[in-house]
Structures are given as C-alpha cells and as structure tokens.
C-alpha cells in the first residue's frame, strides 16, 4: 500500500502564496493517479485538482482554477499543489489521494496538513 506525507501547509495572508508536496512510498509511484482534497471545518471533503499518472492532464476544481497548479514528479515519486493568490475560502485541511491505475484499483489518503489564508 502507497504511504503518503504532505508537506508545507501553514498561514499565509490573503494574496500570498504557499506550496504543498506530498511524498510517496512504498509502491511504482507512476501506477497511480494523483489528487488533491481539502475540509473546511463544517464542510464536506471536496476534490480540488487531479493530475493523471503520466501528468498528461490535470484537473481543477472552479473556485481554484487559474490560481493552484498541479504537478507530479514520477521520478522522485512527489506531487506538488502550488496555490498562488490564496483567499480565505481556501482555508482548509489538506489531504493528498492516490488511486491506482491498475486492476484491482487500490487507494490511500495521506494524513493532511492545514492551510490557514488569513490576515
């Protein structure tokens, strides 16, 4: 089963950046299919961006696209969410998804890390 660590949450003002990575282990990191998710407190977990396993398409969710990028490093089995101009909506825990591409599928969730937009 994929161990996963995310790093690089933490508190930033409104406008600021911050860029999250979450590290693989354990598994042929180029099997899986990598997402990102967030909670806010009193709300549901929603999927925020998605990048294959190959990194040939990404997907966003619309609250963040044009300001958070996704992207993957196969070979030092890492995933990036670069979050550029942070509001305080974006305030949440932040977890990182692996799904694999094989058959069975098999999935894990890392452990989360917070993210906190305020001045």
């Known amino acids: 089963q994929v161990q996963l660590v995310e790093s690089g949450g933490g508190l930033v003002q409104p406008g600021g950046s911050l860029r999250l990575s979450c590290a693989a282990s354990?598994?042929?990191?180029?099997?899986?299919?990598m997402s990102w998710y967030r909670q806010a407190p009193g709300k549901e977990r929603e999927s925020v961006a998605r990048?294959?396993?190959?990194?040939?398409?990404?997907d966003y969710a619309d609250s963040v696209k044009g300001r958070f990028t996704i992207s993957r490093d196969n070979a030092k089995s890492t995933v990036i969410l670069q979050m550029n101009s942070l509001k305080p909506e974006d305030t949440a825990v932040y977890y990182c998804?692996?799904?694999?591409?094989?058959?069975?599928?098999?999935?894990?969730w890392g452990q989360g890390t917070q993210v906190t937009v305020s001045s």
């Open positions: 998804y692996a799904r694999s591409i094989t058959y069975p599928p098999v999935d894990s």
């Open positions: 990048i294959s396993a190959t990194g040939g398409r990404t």
């Open positions: 354990g598994v042929t990191f180029s099997n899986y299919a």
